[in-house]
């Protein structure tokens, strides 16, 4: 199987700044996709960011300028870097992986158990 586990989470105060890291394991061929979501009591997960293979990334219009995803690919690992938080960015971030394992069936798309960001003064 493929295991994702997420880590960083806690808390910060308005302005402060967090580091999520997701490490990906398992029988994997190959990472194409790794991306950060997050979903607050009451709401629906929603798209934070997602880089795939080769580098380009995409943001939440509410993040954007504020937040930088990067991707170790020796280390299979995805970071999420927070900076200015804000309240409304308390949520619990998931971690999601997507591409082909060495077993059948070929493809994945795995999600980490979430960790905590809450932002409060």
């Known amino acids: 199987q493929v295991q994702v586990v997420e880590s960083g989470g806690g808390l910060a105060q308005p302005g402060g700044s967090l580091r999520l890291s997701c490490v990906v394991s398992g029988s994997i061929f190959s990472i194409r996709r790794m991306g950060w979501y997050r979903q607050a009591p009451g709401k629906q997960c929603e798209l934070v960011a997602v880089i795939v293979s080769g580098g380009r990334v995409n943001y939440a219009d509410s993040v954007k300028g504020r937040f930088t995803i990067s991707r170790d690919n020796a280390k299979n690992t995805v970071y999420l870097q927070m900076n200015s938080l804000k309240p409304e960015d308390t949520a619990v971030y998931y971690c999601?992986?997507?591409?082909?394992?060495?077993?059948?069936?070929?493809?994945?798309?795995?999600w980490g158990q979430g960790t905590q960001v809450t932002v409060s003064s």
């Open positions: 999601n992986a997507e591409g082909s394992r060495q077993y059948l069936p070929t493809d994945f798309n795995s």
